[in-house]
């Protein structure tokens, strides 16, 4: 990301009533005017220019997120998955924002992409610690076995669940993911529904056209999946249409996040905010990074705050 912080000497601390008002929102990516006096930068927050294809935005970001995006992992593990997670929120809604406005694209700024970074980093100094040692004097990382525990990671069926979603994310078909001792789990994930439905007079007339001598399917119906009698007989119209609809790898692996988190709460747990993406990033290091690192389940910052409208 290309910061640039104004160095300036500032007396006077008293932020305009708006940006005050921001501020109360626990805002994190607060725009402000090109002339924006630096007098009313408030205490905690840094003036940042970032820019986009030649533009800049002028921003009243917090220090400590700057720190925590500068140099990921340290400082305060909790703090910095909060912080960094209301950020990407922030941004995305600005970017939102703009692109209704003006219907310009700023999905290839690296303010999130900057921000899913350090996240993901924080999620790993939750879950690992610095252990022992190997033979060439190297740390070697170890589970917190607390942080493991609070998640139930080691519960039999939980552990069950997240073999299935790394099955899934590795590309493991119903019939191949024996292996994983997975099967009761994955008793209600159908990826292809296949359905044929009788074609109306009406949707006929609409996709094809009489070639003088029988009906042809219209070009830009032809991938569609529709068949026809194509009799000569005008009054004769019949045909079908199949319609496949294939379900999302990561729609089937959110319902067995559901499911972890059923779980959980029926044993009586409280289910943090970045607990979802803890367990990703778990199951990314034990199961998925050593068979194929560019199959990781892909993890954003928390959307578990509450936005202020």
């Excluded at 932020?15 to 005017?33: A, N």
């Excluded at 993901?120 to 070697?140: A, D, F, H």
Aim: net charge negative.
């Amino acid at each position: 990301m290309n910061f640039q912080q104004e160095q300036k000497i500032v007396i006077r601390r008293t932020p305009s009533p708006e940006i005050s008002d921001r501020i109360r929102q626990g805002k994190k990516f607060i725009v402000v005017e090109d002339s924006f006096d630096l007098g009313n930068i408030p205490n905690g927050y840094s003036l940042v220019d970032v820019k986009y294809k030649g533009s800049s935005f002028k921003t009243l970001i917090p220090q400590s997120l700057i720190f925590y995006m500068a140099n990921p992992g340290e400082g305060s593990i909790d703090d910095a998955l909060d912080e960094i997670s209301d950020f990407y929120d922030d941004v995305e809604d600005f970017e939102e924002d703009i692109m209704r406005e003006n219907g310009t694209s700023v999905q290839e700024t690296d303010w999130a992409v900057m921000a899913r970074g350090s996240y993901r980093t924080y999620l790993i100094n939750k879950l690992v610690k610095s252990g022992r040692k190997n033979n060439e004097g190297e740390p070697v990382p170890e589970f917190k076995i607390d942080e493991l525990n609070r998640l139930r990671l080691y519960d039999p069926e939980v552990k069950k669940i997240t073999k299935a979603i790394a099955a899934l994310a590795l590309g493991k078909s119903i019939e191949d993911v024996g292996e994983y001792s997975v099967d009761g789990v994955l008793r209600h994930v159908t990826f292809t529904e296949v359905k044929t439905e009788q074609l109306s007079r009406e949707e006929f007339d609409r996709i094809t056209c009489w070639a003088g001598s029988h009906y042809e399917i219209k070009p830009e119906f032809k991938d569609e999946g529709y068949k026809i009698e194509k009799r000569h007989d005008r009054d004769f119209k019949t045909g079908t249409r199949i319609i496949t609809r294939t379900r999302t790898v990561e729609a089937e692996i959110r319902k067995f996040e559901d499911e972890i988190e059923q779980i959980r709460k029926e044993k009586g747990d409280e289910i943090g905010r970045h607990d979802r993406a803890l367990v990703r990033q778990y199951v990314n290091l034990v199961h998925i990074a050593n068979v194929d690192s560019g199959n990781q389940l892909d993890i954003m910052p928390s959307e578990g705050r509450v936005k202020n409208e």
